[in-house]
Every structure is written in C-alpha cells, then in structure tokens.
C-alpha cells in the first residue's frame, strides 16, 4: 500500500503544523468580547488545488468567525456586480499605510481601499444598495459558494460586533457625510457585521482561495461563482493591501495574494495553482493569525511560491523540430515519389509544440518561424498543447493574420475540437493557414506540395503505371512480369468503393495500379493511405490464412491488379525464383517501412 | 521574404506608438530646471524577451536621466551587498500613502519604503557606507551591468539637482537626525543626485528589466549581475511601491512590477518573460510619464499580461501514458518472453512528463503516481521536461524520499546530465529510486524484472536454447532443420567481443542461442538488444550485397550459430522450400517488429 503521507503536500503540512504549533505566542482579538473566548490552541490547515484536492491537517473542520476575510470576497462581489469602474469611483486602492481601523480618508474623501474598515463598510453600502434587504443574504450565499457550502451565521459574535463596533459607526457617518453610503447607516452596518460574523473553517477558507486562484470557478463544485476579470482584480488588492500593515512586507517576505481576519483565519492563493486555509486564533499586534503568517512564510520559503518567482523557459514549448526528408506521412507513395521526398523533404519543417503556451512562448514559436522561412512549409502541430493563455492567442492573432511570405506556407495543426484550443482565433488561423485536424493529414498534405513542386515531369494522368515499377516486382524478368501479370485480374473501383473487408480471408495481394486507396479501421479510423505504384494485401504472401486487419476503400476512382495467392502458388511450383522474389520483395519493403518507423520513433523520442 | 512585421510584439509596438503618440498631456519635470529643457515629442518604447531579444519602436536610443528608477536597481545592490536583513532595518517595505518626496518617517522613524526619496537616500548611504569612496563607480557600474553597457553621467542635470535638491537634504539631516545615515550627508547626496543623473535609453531600461526578469542574469550578456533572490525582492517592492501613489492602482490595472522616474522612463517586468523600457518625458500629476503609463496599460490589457493572470494546467506535465504491454524496448526477445510481457507488461506503466514542472504540476504527476499504485513498475520520464522549478524541486525530494510501497518500484528517467535538471536532489533520486539515463534503459530494465516475476518456470540457465525455437526457423521440418543446424558454425564470444563490424559484407545470418548481445552504433551509441532465441545479421537472407549497418557487441558471454548464405543456397538449390521458408519467416518477423513500431509511434503521437 502506497502511504497517503507519501505526498509532497502532506508530509509538508505535517511538518509545518508540528513545527509552528509550539508558538504561543500572540493572543486572540478581545476587542470584540465574544471573539476572546476562543481555544487558542486550536491550528488547522488546509490547501485545495486549481483542480480541487484537499490536503489539510489539524483543526480544519472547526467553525470560525470570517471577519476580515469577507471584505475581500464582498469586494469580489461588488466588482462583479458593478464593475471596476464603479466600485473604485467608491473606493479607492491604494495602500493606505495607516493602521485597518483608521477613520482617516483619502484626499478625495473616500477610503484607501477595501481592505481597511472604512472600504469594506463602503463596499458593503454598495452591495446594500444594489440589493436592498436582500443583501446580506447574498452576500452569505456568494461567500457559500466560494466556499462551495452553506455558511451560517455566528449570533453571538454578530450581536457583539454589533454592541461593541462604534468606532466602525463613526467610520460609518463619516463616509455617509462624505456621500459614500447611500443607505441607512444602521441597515449597512448590520450587514457589515453579519457578513463578518458568518462562520468557515480552515478548509472553506482553502477553497475559497481556490475558487480565486482557479478565476473564479469553485474547483470542487465545479460552479462558476464569479468572473475572471473580479478574481484577478480582488486578488490584486489582496497583494496590496490584504494584510493589514503587513501588506508590503508580505509581498517582499511571502508573495502570495492573502487576507487575514482577526478571527485567525487567513486565506492565501497562488494563482491558478492554489487556495491555502489557515486557522489558529492568536494574532500578532498588526492583527494578523501568528502561527497563520508563519504557515504562509513557511510555506512560501520551502516552496518558492512567490507570485513573482516564475520559472518559465522561453524554449519550453518547442520539443520536438523535424522536416520532412527522414519522417513520412503514413501514406505509401511510389519509389520516384520517396525520392523526391527524400531530396526536398527539408523544405517542409514541423514543429510539435507542447504544454503551456504563454506569451514569451508564443513570441518564441513566431520567431522560429520566421527563422525558418527559407522552408516551403512550416508545420506548427498544437496537438500536444495542453493549454493557449489569453495572451499567446493574441500574439497568433497578430502574427497569423500578418505573415505574409511569397516563400513559405504555414500549416496548422489543431485539434479535434479546435474552438477550445484557440478560442475566437479559430476562424482566423483556418482563414490564413492551412488547417488541418491531424499531424498526419498535414504531412501528407505538404508531401503532395513537395512532390508537385519539385518532379516537373511526374505523372499526374490517370494513367495506370505499369506493373514493372511495383517494388513487390522487382527484379523479375520480363517474361516472369508478363506471366504473373495474365494471371492478375484488373478491376476499377469507384470513389468510395469498400476493396477489401476486415475480416475477410487474406486470399491475394493487390496492386494499386491507379488512384488513391485508404486503409482504415470500422470504415472511418484512417490509418494510412497508399498511392499508385504500390501494393496491399501483400501480408497474403506470408500468412495466408491471417484474416484481412481493416478495410481498404478508394479515395479516388482506382485501379487494381488482384493477384490471389492460388495463382502464386501455381505459378511458383513451375517456376520458384518467382515466388522467392517476390518474398524478398516483400522484405525489402518491410524492411524500409520499419526503418522509417524507426525514424519517427526517434523523432517523437528525446530518448 | 518573411517581413519583420510578422512578429506580435513588433506590430503591437508599432500600434502602441502610434495610437499612444497624440497624446500630449502632461509635463515634462521642472522641479529640476535641466529637465524641463528636453524635447516633450521623444518617444520610444522596447520590449527584451528574456532570451535576449530586443523589440523596439521611435526613439529608443535617445538617452535620458534615469532618475527615480535607479532607486530600483541601487536598492537590488543593496540587497545583494548585504542581505534583506540590514537593508530591511534600515529601510522600511510598506506603502506610505505620501507623495515620493514626503518627509514623513514610519513609526520607528525610518522611510516606509526604498521608492520614496528617504529610503531612496538612506540606500544610497548603506552603499556609501559600503563602499566608501567608490560607491558612485560601483553603482553607476551595476546599473551598467543591468544595461549591458557602461552608462555616462549628465552633468548638467547632476549639478542642476544638487542645486536645487534642497528638499532632499532636508530629508538627509532627518535621516542623519534618527541614525539612519552613517555617513557625510553632502557625499551620500552627491551620490544620490550622480545616480539619479546617469543616462540611460528605453532599450537600456528594457534590458535592465529582462535582467531582474530573468533573475539578475542579463540576456543580452549572459552576465550574473545580481542574485534571483535580490531580484525577487526588488520586484516585490516595485509591485507595492514602484509607481509612487498610483501603486495600487498600477497592481490593480496593469499588475506588472515597474518602476518610474521624472525623466520620462518607466520600466516595467514581467517575471521570466520580459522587461519593458519605455521614453516619453510628459509627466502626470502623480510623477508618472503620461505616455508610458498608456503604453503599459495597453500592453498588459491587450496580452492579458497581469502577472496574477496566471493560467496554468494542472494536468499539462504528463501528456503520454502507456504501460508495457504494447510498448517494449529495443530489446528483441524470445518468443516465450514477449508473450509474458503481452500478459503482464500492463504492470509496469511510463508517465512521458513534459514541460516546465511546477509546484501543482509537481504535485499532479505525485498524485498520478499513487493512483497507479497496483502497478509493479511506474516509469517517470523526465526526458521532454524543460525545467523543473524550485518548487517542484522540493515536492519531489518530499516525495522520492518518503515514498514507500511493497508494491511499487519508482524508475526515474532523468537526462544524461541529471544535475542539471534535479538539481541537488540528484543524489536523492538515484538513493530512492531505480534511475536510468534512458527511457529505453529503464524498459528494458522494467520488462527483465516483469519477466523474472511473471514466469516462473523461465529457462534462466546459461545453456544455449535449441535452434527450433528461432522465429526465423519456425514450421522447418526437423530433417530440414538438422541439416541447416549441420551448416551452421557455432561460436563462443566472450563479454565485449565484436561479433559484427559495421560495413562487413552481410554474408550470412547468426542465431543467438545463449547469452545477450547488442546493436551498437560507432561502438558506443546503443540502438538494440537481443536476447537467446533471436537472430542477427537477417538482412543477409533478402540484401546479401548490403553491408553490416552497425556492429554488433557481446553484452555478455554468448554463444551464436552462424549460417552463411553461401550454404543457404547451397542448400536451398536441393531444397527451394527452406529458403522460401526463411523468407517467409522473415517477412513475418520484420511485420512483427513494424507492428511494435507503429503502436510506439501512436503512443508518442497525439495525432
């Protein structure tokens, strides 16, 4: 059995809930009478991930007062509801560097920010305004659903704020006679109280954090509680002034968006990674939880999981870089084809990219196109990225609908469902590129190019080739060619005609004498596709009674040699060296396809 | 030809230019009468890639005083010089909510933070003190090492600010007044206004920028200038202090560390991606250029480049997953061995990682692996990862070093230089976990094991295997096989003999009937294996005037029996069924191998 505490995360909120927990340090809030008859022993942490596990340790499940952690949420609430604009015509955001109960406004008159008393009161006003007696119960219900439950509301505490909180009433006049609370004080300041009453846990405060590092989308529910746009801004106040008269050291020290409440819980993101929960109720003397900064110090330091401390590598999304003079498509094509292939394959280049494309990145892959416009074709394969950012979208808008080569044709591989890769920038990379759905598709799109570029003189008729230039033939005498070709039967295939069944008895071996055929799997999988000059059904020669693997059905109008193992085995009882030409034909052949095989497998490895 | 103006970043600069350049609001500076003497009309914007690049548009080489944004830099090399300690007892982090040249001193009488004028000063002095006479060189040649060239002294804005910088000593003797500044006052002002007077271009401020964003090591150098650590720490207070009282409005809005000066510079990062120099002398009322504020507020609106916008995928590391039971090395097995790898490979699994590694991705890739506790083997390729970040660092040393299972063996499969990927747990992986330098190493490794366990009654003797279990010889009547067997010439080879030389004629094909042998390229490139029961050299059967493509190595002591072509046909000439034989069965051998190819190929493609 493999032990849970084999986990990273784990073993590390084991060792830093037993190594912090020996401070005593610091003492619960007391200014709210309720508020100092908590256990201060009491330490749960908790972290929830961008996809939605817990880890969590100690007293994570143990109710706790939200107090000033809710006045980043109801920020986020009012930045949704009414908009940047709005809400900082209200409120201002800069740091205030005053103390978080400071009555003293900005020189307009309004608060600092949201995070010190008299921002949170003015930001509660707006939500009040917005939804009248509604408005706490919104605001409970938003602040559920971050934490993805329903959170109840502690009385006692409520009614203790409540009948201990003048100085927030005269914070609350104050703004009122500045023209910043457009309601009844009393009414805003019940609300106020309430919201900082609701009670959460250590691991509701984690997915809280979540539900802001992962834009707004609770990752447990899966619920969409809030817009990208309000969770960056919200988080963004958090890292100026989320922690009290802390917030600059914080961010030099931790780095991580947080806001502590003096109920001693404190919420921390990293985002799109994570939401950490910290509860333990002795504060420092700026207010914040003692043994919560240092879980967040800690866990910042052991890490390195400052928001500026990014480790990208501008050359990440490229790994994998071939052209096409070693590495095929998965169609068969005639020797003079091969050939040609061979000598001017390098004029198409691939490049497989991968992972995150972010906008460095995305400016590194323009770059190395540009860098290869000497190619006639730059393949650029996003079928291995995991994910565009917005801005690497906007740097393939740019340079999508912008290059302009007279030299080089840019292909582009999306997926399946190219909408969720590229978002509104679909329709123009199909506009401006050649779009294809598989890597393979592609290959064998800019092989046709190739190959009708540079043979001037191939035969592009409907005409049949002739029989000597199958490679399954070579070296066979003329008249050993002529016997074995009275004994074929000619047969012409419609577009769309089914010429061997899965399934069916592996009877004889057919040369593809014009057209195009496709081998695919339940009629619709496309595995490889074969052009004329080459041959099928050639397993036949070696294991006769093996049953057909998948259908081959014509691409185009084709014409087929058929010739059935019964006439082989007639012909070569007379005559020998036939049938061992043709078995060491068949080596050759397959000799050659496991050697370009080979090839791609070291292409596509970084063995 | 591929026109320049393909790529994003140069078009999006050319529109920024463009579109930002009507705007002539604002002042040039003239609290320093030199200032107020420049063209208002310059402007210039550059963005350094943090692999060196420069994109750049109007006047980008036009110098100009860099003012305010040296405080910056001086105060990296301050950190650098003595730590974050001493600095942060001289020099508080917090916003002050005060003007940049506010007087007023935090409550323990220092300066709230290193980007006001006070701490700005009371840097200048630790370096003064640091240094003594040398400090102005030292500095001026830091600031040069972040631009990447020797930058000059103005002296006329020099001896224009020590005119007129009266307010600046005032702030000087307060300093002096609460022992915050050890040295002449008149020198460390001297200093101070020099540094303030050295002349930089929005290319240099672009450049300065990618080096703190590409943590102290300059771009377009190469040079270490100053440590990750420090440059963390300084973008941490431009983030909170960078934009004087527009900071938490600038983290709000723009969200990208900056820092400005009233020469009409601002530079601006963007951690591991980018640094920004922008030009344009007009100032706003706040001190800030008016022009380069729209320029960053485009740039990070336009990209979505805020760095809280983080999008990361917490699943993108591991984009390929297979198990053992299709995929193999390139080890060629008996027949018996690889049908208990059909049956059991499924026991042993490879996670193919990619990527820059994360923390969560870290943790992700953990969490996979305990998921998949019911296999045997879990292989964890590190081959395609571009970078483990320190974080992830940390998660796998928790991990490989608490890791324990009765069931599962970890294989790590790192790069040929590991320390460069894992860093100090390098040691760690290879003591916790099986570690090869190969994926096909540990595959091989991986399928012995798997063989070793599943089949219990496997011959594990050293004794040479009959001739009738070669694939190659299968459905030979026994009289026929006794004669080829009386044809072939056995050999014994000791450990390291070379069976094959690579360019011999190919004259006959060698049946490995005890002991391990291996395909080598240039004596020391591995390309295959081959275990007792396979045969060599086959090509000889269909190509016999092809020479030997590689040599051939005993891995250990072996026994082979060689069959030369010339009795082949010797023999077949009696007997053309025994050739037909041969080659049939080497059609089915080479079908086989294609076979295991194409499945490796779909494995390693997403297409």
């Not at 590390?12 to 007391?30: K, M, T, V």
């Not at 394969?381 to 044709?409: G, H, Y």
Request: aromatic share 8%.
């Amino acid at each position: 059995m493999v032990q849970k505490q084999a986990l990273a995360l784990d073993l590390f909120l084991n060792e830093a809930h037993q190594s912090i927990f020996g401070d005593r340090s610091g003492a619960p809030a007391d200014y709210i009478p309720e508020l100092a008859k908590v256990d201060p022993e009491q330490f749960g942490i908790a972290i929830t991930t961008s996809d939605g596990v817990t880890h969590e340790i100690g007293e994570t499940s143990t109710e706790f007062t939200i107090q000033s952690i809710s006045k980043a949420f109801v920020y986020c609430l009012a930045l949704e509801l009414l908009g940047s604009e709005k809400v900082t015509k209200a409120i201002g955001i800069e740091p205030s560097g005053e103390a978080f109960n400071s009555i003293r406004l900005n020189p307009e008159n309004r608060p600092f920010n949201p995070m010190v008393n008299s921002g949170a009161i003015a930001c509660t006003a707006l939500i009040c305004r917005h939804y009248g007696d509604e408005a706490f119960e919104k605001i409970a219900a938003t602040l559920g659903d971050f934490a993805g439950r329903k959170l109840l509301l502690d009385e006692k505490v409520y009614s203790s704020e409540n009948a201990t909180g003048d100085r927030n009433r005269a914070i609350s006049w104050l703004l009122k006679n500045n023209d910043n609370l457009h309601c009844d004080v009393e009414e805003v300041l019940g609300v106020y109280f309430r919201q900082c009453s609701l009670l959460v846990t250590a691991s509701d405060l984690s997915v809280m954090g979540a539900t802001l590092s992962n834009k707004g989308v609770n990752p447990v529910t899966g619920k969409k509680v809030i817009g990208k746009t309000a969770s960056i801004q919200t988080m963004s106040v958090m890292v100026s002034a989320g922690m009290y008269d802390y917030s600059g050291e914080w961010t030099f020290k931790v780095g991580l968006p947080a806001k502590s409440g003096v109920g001693g819980g404190i919420t921390a993101v990293l985002p799109s990674q994570f939401g950490l929960g910290v509860f333990s109720p002795p504060l420092d003397k700026l207010g914040n939880s003692v043994r919560g900064v240092k879980v967040c110090e800690m866990l910042s330091e052991h890490f390195n999981l400052h928001v500026l401390k990014m480790e990208d590598d501008v050359t990440q999304n490229i790994p994998i870089k071939y052209d096409l003079s070693k590495i095929r498509s998965s169609r068969s094509r005639s020797n003079r084809d091969n050939k040609i292939l061979e000598e001017f394959g390098s004029q198409a280049i691939v490049l497989e990219l991968s992972g995150v494309v972010n906008f460095i990145g995305s400016n590194f892959i323009s770059r190395s196109v540009v860098e290869n416009e000497e190619a006639d074709y730059i393949i650029l394969s996003f079928k291995r990225v995991a994910r565009l950012t917005s801005a690497s979208i906007e740097v393939f808008r740019l340079f999508f609908s912008n290059f302009s080569s007279t030299n080089t044709q840019l292909v582009v591989v999306g997926k399946e469902d190219a909408d969720s890769l590229f978002g509104d920038i679909t329709g123009l990379i199909k506009e401006h590129t050649q779009h294809f759905e598989t890597l393979d598709q592609a290959i064998d799109w800019a092989e046709d190019r190739l190959i009708a570029r540079y043979d001037a003189e191939r035969d592009n008729s409907d005409d049949p080739i002739s029989m000597k230039q199958q490679p399954l033939l070579k070296d066979l005498s003329s008249s050993d060619l002529e016997l074995l070709e009275q004994n074929t039967v000619k047969t012409q295939y419609e577009r769309g005609a089914k010429i061997i069944e899965s399934g069916d008895k592996a009877d004889g071996v057919y040369f593809l004498q014009a057209g195009r055929v496709n081998v695919m799997l339940n009629e619709h999988v496309y595995i490889a596709g074969l052009d004329k000059g080459t041959c099928f059904g050639e397993l036949a020669l070696i294991a006769p009674d093996a049953p057909r693997s998948a259908d081959v059905i014509a691409e185009t109008d084709a014409q087929c040699s058929f010739l059935s193992i019964e006439n082989v085995e007639r012909i070569s009882s007379g005559n020998p060296k036939i049938r061992e030409l043709l078995l060491r034909n068949l080596g050759l052949i397959l000799f050659e396809r496991l050697q370009q095989s080979n090839s791609k497998i070291s292409a596509l490895s970084v063995n």
